[in-house]
């Protein structure tokens, strides 16, 4: 599945290289991403809740 990973100040394509913790971590390009209770985002782990993020699209949606 394609994602963007949103920085602070950019955003850059990835994909879901695997599904785990029974959907509630993303790998992305090496980096496992959580998601988070609070505001229900995945944010990369080790980062606080507002910190790099993945915005998943819908099915066949155009990311670039």
Known sequence: M???IEHL???EPGVVSAVE????ALVVGGDRYAL???NGRF???GEPYYGVRLVL???GADLE
């Open 21 to 24: 913790d029974d959907g509630r």
């Open 2 to 4: 394609s994602v963007l």
């Open 57 to 59: 699209s819908p099915a």
């Open 9 to 11: 100040a950019s955003v």
């Open 43 to 45: 944010v990369l782990e």
């Open 36 to 38: 988070r209770r609070l």
